[in-house]
């Protein structure tokens, strides 16, 4: 079966500096997708960045960056200088590609920029 | 991304009635899924679809729900007989075909029964 795991249920961290939240993962199947999505206090959900499990590189958007682990099966994000705007809950999320590319999603890291 | 709409943003119905949440995906995305948010928990799966299909319902409860997704027209999710459980929000998100899927998310809905 799959699943997502955030075991960080709360953050803070100061403003401009970086902070990383985690993720790990479990799936059996070859091909998936990882995702990472803010969901700010408004409510919507904002993608932020992807990684395919094939991809060689570690994906970038901006300040967001995704440390792809594959052996260990975590796919933590990395906010590089931190702004208020931050502040946010912050879901992993996991799609298998071979499949109905439905969502499995983590229970979400709360993260607290500090002026 | 403003390109997935789903209206209402809020609904409150009483418990017993119907509950009508629709959903517009943005132009050119043939799959639609479901997504219901308890309070301070995860999205949860609760159906996919594409046009006129419904491809895989296994994240929804046996009854009162059911999901559409005519050929004209929004998505609808259709809650019947609601009950204060069914108070959540509701996403809508939508795909195109292709290796790199990531979803586009409504807004939502809120659903509060009372």
Redesign the interface.
């Known amino acids: 079966a799959q699943k997502i795991t955030q075991t960080q249920p709360g953050m803070f961290v100061q403003e401009k500096e970086a902070v990383t939240l985690d993720c790990t993962y479990d799936t059996s199947d070859p091909s998936y997708g990882l995702f990472w999505y803010k969901q700010p206090s408004s409510g919507e959900m904002i993608f932020l960045i992807y990684q395919g499990s094939y991809d060689q590189q570690n994906a970038t958007e901006g300040r967001y960056s995704l440390n792809f682990q594959k052996a260990r099966k975590s796919a933590n994000l990395v906010i590089s200088a931190s702004q208020l705007g931050d502040s946010a809950m912050y879901f992993c999320a996991m799609g298998s590609t071979s499949g109905t590319y439905k969502y499995i999603f983590g229970t979400g890291t709360r993260l607290k920029v500090l002026a | ?1 403003a390109g997935v709409m789903q209206n209402p943003r809020h609904l409150v119905r009483r418990r017993g009635q119907e509950a009508r949440l629709r959903c517009s995906p943005m132009k050119g995305h043939s ?1 639609v ?1 479901w ?1 219901r948010q308890l309070p301070e ?5 609760m159906v ?1 679809l594409q046009k006129e299909n419904i ?2 319902e296994s ?1 929804m409860p046996k009854e009162r729900f059911s999901a559409e997704f005519p050929k004209e027209g929004p998505s609808i999710l259709r809650i019947q007989q609601v009950v204060r459980g069914d108070s959540a ?1 509701y ?1 809508c ?1 939508s ?1 195109s075909t292709g ?10 809905t ?1 659903l509060t029964v009372v």
């Not at chain 2, 290796?99 to 939502?108: H, I, L, V, Y």
């Open positions: 991304n799959h899924y997504y928990e995860g999205l949860k799966f996919y491809i895989d994240g929000a996403f998100a795909s290796p790199r899927t990531e979803a586009f998310f409504g807004q939502g809120r």
